[in-house]
């Protein structure tokens, strides 16, 4: 099968995936093959590929937000039929027996282990996964657009419940990249007021045409105060800004797997009148299986550029360019 694997991390701009031709792989007991069609871009994987991240051993076969058909099962694997149309994320297992795992909270597992990190991803033509965490997707909604929706819009729709947002109330998104634009679309869908704050005026410009009722950049005032709001962007220099912003009690998610560091922030200004800072850690299957059907309820309908599967590297050098509006996504 042809891949593109990271032999060694590197800049983007160095190209540092290769493509190869390696042996399909071999699903083992509990596990399915699938067949890739496509696979979102994240930049998760760009923070893998650069180096950005610990506990990546190499070689490795990036990517996390795979669309394909299961093409054979494992020993004991029963849950799908061949040919059915699933959809793989970030958590690739967790372990089902620690604490975590047994008050609902599979994302802090211990044990866990994900996709196009500690295990191959969907850079490839197949890909093997145990099938308790591979997703059956919404019949309407096409291969491309199911793609971002598998990890940008499963967190994003995390973040978004972290970060205690009502209907009817002000939310703020900082950096509006692919997770954002379907953080937006289902804020939009509760009723929600959402601000836009980002340096690209192609972002802003996007923001607007999805329903942002003020788009602008951090630091500037928007019309009223936030009830909550979603860092998506990881910079740390946005939290004091997202802070200021907020109304009492509310509170300010962390969406991002790193940031750079938090400068140091008053007291008064950003965190007193019980306002909260949280973060977002992975998320559970039950986030993914709740976001998808709400995908098909909304529509939610990501926008997508998508690359040939050759072209991984230009699309990673793309996203971290910020020429991407919405998602990329690796056609195979």
């Not at 059915?84 to 967790?94: F, N, T």
């Not at 059956?136 to 978004?160: K, N, Q, T, V």
């Not at 599967?309 to 996203?319: H, I, P, V």
Request: hydrophobic share 40%; charged share 25%.
């Amino acid at each position: 099968m042809k891949a593109m694997v990271l032999e060694r991390f590197g800049e983007a701009a160095s190209a540092p995936l290769r493509e190869r031709n390696l042996p399909v792989p071999r699903p083992e007991r509990g596990e399915i093959l699938v067949r890739v069609r496509c696979c979102g871009v994240c930049h998760t994987d760009l923070h893998t590929v650069e180096g950005e991240l610990p506990g990546v051993s190499l070689p490795r076969i990036p990517g996390h937000e795979a669309v394909g058909f299961v093409e054979a099962m494992g020993e004991g694997a029963s849950r799908f039929a061949p040919g059915e149309r699933v959809g793989v994320a970030w958590l690739h297992e967790a372990c089902g027996t620690c604490g975590f795992c047994l008050s609902g909270r599979e994302n802090l597992c211990t044990r866990a282990r994900f996709t196009g990190y500690q295990a191959d991803g969907g850079y490839a033509e197949f890909m093997r996964v145990p099938e308790r965490f591979a997703y059956r997707l919404p019949r309407d909604i096409p291969d491309e657009e199911a793609a971002p929706m598998l990890c940008s819009g499963i967190i994003g729709y995390r973040a978004l419940r972290r970060s205690g947002i009502r209907p009817g109330q002000v939310l703020g998104l900082y950096g509006f990249g692919a997770s954002a634009h379907m953080a937006i679309q289902i804020a939009r869908h509760w009723g929600c007021t959402v601000y836009v704050f980002s340096r690209g005026e192609g972002h802003l410009a996007h923001a607007r045409t999805l329903g942002a009722a003020w788009a602008g950049k951090a630091g500037e005032n928007p019309p009223s105060k936030l009830d909550a709001a979603v860092i998506f962007a990881p910079a740390g220099g946005l939290v004091p800004e997202a802070l200021k912003a907020l109304e009492k009690g509310g509170t300010v998610a962390t969406a991002g797997i790193t940031m750079t560091p938090i400068p140091e922030m008053e007291y008064d200004d950003c965190l007193y009148h019980e306002k909260t800072l949280t973060s977002v850690a992975n998320a559970t299957r039950k986030d993914g299986e709740e976001l998808l059907r709400l995908a098909a309820e909304i529509p939610l309908r990501p926008t997508v550029r998508v690359f040939p599967l050759r072209d991984a590297n230009k699309a990673l050098q793309s996203l971290k360019a910020g020429e991407i509006t919405g998602a990329a996504v690796l056609h195979v």
